[in-house]
């Protein structure tokens, strides 16, 4: 049930793009993202619903494909504060409403 | 509006002791989820708890971990008889329902010696 993230880690120079990827084999209901620094405590960044939506927060946007059971993150001229680990947490259809986590996306933004 | 807080922030036990570990949602909020981390890895669902209703802790090890969310007072994540991989830094979130966002508190990080 542990949604699958792809890339594990990326490196970027500031200023690049980057697409974070957020897969189930079950049906969604939802999808949330976070970011976590180093020793703090994961950042909410963005929740999409069922229903197929694509949601923008600056230079931050997520699109959710019921279908496919996908999430994509997209990160634009990326900036230093970018950097972090991204998860993606999942709740299924016809499930408890838990929020599972995947494992994560490491991004480096380096000057 | 206070964010989601646990407490303590840092915990040391003894192997065997018991850990309490602690988390007021934020106002309002009903639904409390509790993950566990261990350092470079990432978020493991425990348990999934509304008020006075556990609703799913199929993540809990069925021995010496109990989860609890009174009516009154802050959930509690109860660890009995720690044993050294028990370490690992212990995170509460707390949302309003399934549609909304879920919070997270700063964590608890539990070390047994």
């Known amino acids: 049930q542990q949604p699958v993230q792809s890339p594990q880690a990326v490196i970027l120079r500031e200023g690049e793009d980057a697409v974070i990827n957020c897969s189930s084999s079950k049906a969604l209901y939802s999808v949330h993202w976070y970011r976590q620094k180093h020793g703090e405590a994961p950042v909410f960044l963005m929740i999409l619903l069922k229903g197929g939506e694509q949601k923008g927060h600056e230079k931050i946007s997520a699109s959710f494909n019921e279908k496919k059971q996908q999430s994509s993150l997209y990160l634009t001229a990326s900036q230093l504060s970018y950097s972090g680990t991204y998860f993606c947490g999942t709740e299924t259809q016809g499930g408890s409403e838990k929020l599972v986590f995947g494992k994560g996306t490491k991004l480096t933004v380096n000057p | 509006n206070a964010g989601v807080m646990q407490n303590p922030r840092h915990l040391v036990r003894r192997r065997g002791q018991e850990a309490r570990l602690r988390c007021s949602p934020m106002?309002?909020?009903?639904?409390v989820y509790w993950y566990r981390q261990l350092p470079e890895e990432g978020l493991k669902f425990m348990v999934y708890?509304?008020?006075?209703?556990?609703?799913?802790e199929s993540g809990m090890p069925k021995e010496r971990f109990s989860a609890e969310f009174p009516k009154e007072g802050p959930s509690i994540l109860r660890i009995q008889q720690v044993v050294r991989g028990d370490s690992a830094a212990y995170f509460c979130?707390?949302?309003?329902?399934?549609?909304?966002?879920?919070?997270f508190g700063q964590g608890t990080r539990l070390t047994v010696v």
């Open positions: 979130a707390s949302s309003l329902n399934r549609y909304t966002e879920a919070f």
């Open positions: 708890l509304q008020k006075e209703n556990i609703i799913d």
């Open positions: 106002k309002g909020h009903s639904h």
